[in-house]
């Protein structure tokens, strides 16, 4: 029997620091521009009628460490006001030899931290070296992740917070060292970089909020239904995304965007990965406004389950059982 490598939710958000994590999601997405993962695109299971959807999220990777991964996730929207995350699930890490079980982890804080993460990299690359101001829609897990690892990227003066739900902003924001604040326009304006965490089916910020050479990262939305930028942002911006096959199918305010003429099939700039390896510009003036639609990659589970995976056999954490 093999043996396998259990992680709960405490364990992995201990072990998945953000640092170690966004040099992880550099190489994971380096490594996909180079072509060198086949990631297929996530099937939905949406049930008639169901607000709650099930995603099935596959990627292989070959070369000399080759590795199969597979995330399940459920996006539960009700969840916060049960105290819970909206995404549950657990990611498996099998041998791309043999096939075998490697290990199992809760992908609660896998999701959250990796795609902040992700978001630390494309700011990184995306934002101005200047950007002081930052604005928050959202104040769920992933606001709450994203404030940390932006902060490990631009040195922010000013941090505005807004949330429909106004405890939930006041409770991040004293948490975090921010400001809440009454409307989505009032976190926006004057922001240099935006991010927008939400479970919104209409989007959430308009083109006339936005200053000019801000960026923005946009992480929320509902699989394929994702739409928390409106048309005149998009067709104004430079737009950024993980991955283009996943955008065209999923980002749902970038299809309606497409679909109604607001621009052409060729506006997406480029991935961020295929900016991390010098095959395209990133930001090419500082009154540029520059967009990052996230959709999430099974490839940065892959790399974020396998440095929580080194991270566990350094320190000893987890639980191995046969399998």
């Known amino acids: 029997m093999s043996e396998l490598l259990i992680l709960n939710e405490h364990e992995v958000e201990e072990l998945l620091d953000l640092a170690g994590c966004l040099e992880a999601m550099r190489e994971a997405l380096s490594s996909l521009a180079r072509g060198e993962v086949h990631l297929p695109l996530r099937p939905v299971v949406r049930p008639p009628g169901e607000t709650t959807l099930l995603g099935l999220m596959p990627v292989h990777r070959g070369g000399g460490r080759p590795m199969y991964a597979l995330k399940t996730v459920t996006v539960v929207p009700g969840n916060p006001s049960r105290g819970l995350d909206p995404h549950q699930g657990t990611v498996t890490l099998f041998d791309g030899e043999t096939g075998e079980v490697r290990a199992l982890m809760n992908a609660s804080a896998i999701t959250a931290i990796r795609t902040a993460a992700v978001s630390a990299v494309a700011t990184r690359l995306l934002a101005r070296e200047d950007a002081r101001e930052l604005g928050v829609l959202g104040a769920g897990v992933q606001a709450r992740s994203h404030l940390e690892a932006l902060r490990l990227v631009r040195e922010f003066d000013h941090v505005r917070i807004y949330s429909p739900t106004a405890e939930h902003a006041a409770a991040l924001a004293e948490e975090t060292g921010a400001e809440p604040v ?104 500082p009154g540029e406004l520059t967009v990052f639609r996230s959709l999430g990659l099974a490839v940065e589970d892959l790399a974020a389950a396998e440095y929580v995976v080194r991270r566990a056999r350094e320190t000893g954490a987890g639980v191995e059982v046969a399998f």
């Open 182 to 285: 009454g409307s989505a326009e009032e976190a926006v304006r004057g922001a240099d970089v935006v991010v927008a965490a939400t479970s919104s089916l209409e989007p959430v910020l308009g083109r006339e909020w936005l200053k000019e050479g801000a960026h923005v990262n946009s992480v929320g939305g509902r699989p394929p239904l994702m739409r928390e930028l409106d048309t005149a942002t998009i067709a104004a911006s430079s737009f950024f995304v993980d991955r283009r096959e996943s955008a065209e199918a999923e980002a749902g305010d970038y299809r309606e965007a497409l679909e109604t003429g607001a621009i052409g099939s060729g506006h997406i700039k480029a991935e961020i990965g295929e900016v991390l390896i010098g095959a395209a510009a990133g930001r090419t003036g």
